[in-house]
């Protein structure tokens, strides 16, 4: 019997419906949660997931600002551009677009976002708070989708063998770090397994919940998957295609025909993981906003 399909575009559209609630509620009180997205240069990729980010705010009603700056602006100068947002009462949710130029040092770069407002949740600070369990932190958005799909779909990892490929800082770790946690969408036994485990087939197999961030296209094949498992997919690898008229198809780290054929949930690359980072971002967003009011309270 065939996997259940999880879309993450129909997940991403009830997340941004009640978001949509929660800002007007906050707007009714005279609180408008304000996002500014920065990005350094004038790459077209770039440029176009960050103008999606600002229209997706405008949906939900959050105000957006996008703060464009040359390519060849100095560090000191984007440092100062984020000292001006992390001070600006009207912004709540920062999110510098990565990566920056060469010359400018990506560790400055998110150690200056207030960490209050990182809706990305890389600051040193959110990491650690994360780590120890820390339940009210801005985490990582695609981790954080990831959770949010398996709990809309039954695929609570409570008590179950989570196994996650990949260790990156944007993903595997924080994704380790979340089902680890003492809340929803956590309590799971945890393994991390990467591009240097060996016999990665014997691990994943073993896995109830299964979260693949490895950046290989079509790394986890049908004999690698325990039957009825739930297959969160997150990578994204253009596949040269001459019968495309683009030239190319995304897929992503898990063969999807086959291993759809013996998990028991898996998302789709695309239409899976990729919605609901953006929605993420709009929640964090949203979160920080609550947060920051309680604060000053």
Sequence with gaps: MAAEIISGKEIAAQVRAELKDRVEELTAEGLVPGLATVIVGEDPASQLYVGMKGRAAKEAGIYSRQVTLPADASEDELLGTIEGLN?????????????????????????????????????????????????????????????????????????????????????GRPMASLLL?????????????????????????????????????????????????????????????????????????????????VAGAITPVPGGVGPMTIAMLLSNTVQAAENQRAASS
């Design 87 to 171: 001070a600006d009462p009207r912004i709540h949710g920062i999110l510098v677009q990565l990566p920056v130029p060469d010359h400018i040092e990506e560790g400055k770069v998110l150690l200056a976002i207030d960490p209050e407002k990182d809706v990305d949740g890389f600051h040193p600070i959110n990491v650690g708070r994360l780590s120890t369990g820390d339940l009210n932190v801005l985490v990582p958005c695609t981790p954080k989708g990831c959770i949010e799909m398996l709990l809309r779909t039954g695929n609570d990892p409570a008590g179950k063998h989570a196994v996650v490929v990949g260790r990156s800082n944007i993903v």
């Design 181 to 261: 946690r003492k809340a929803p969408g956590g309590n799971a036994t945890v393994t991390i397994a990467h591009s240097r485990t060996a016999d990665l087939g014997a691990v994943t197999r073993q896995a109830d919940v299964l979260v693949v961030a490895i950046g290989r296209p079509d790394t986890i094949t049908a004999d690698m998957v325990k039957p009825g498992a739930a297959v969160i997919d997150v990578g994204i690898n253009r596949i040269d295609d001459a019968s495309r008229e683009r030239g190319y198809r995304v897929v992503g780290d898990v063969d999807f025909e086959g291993v759809k054929e």
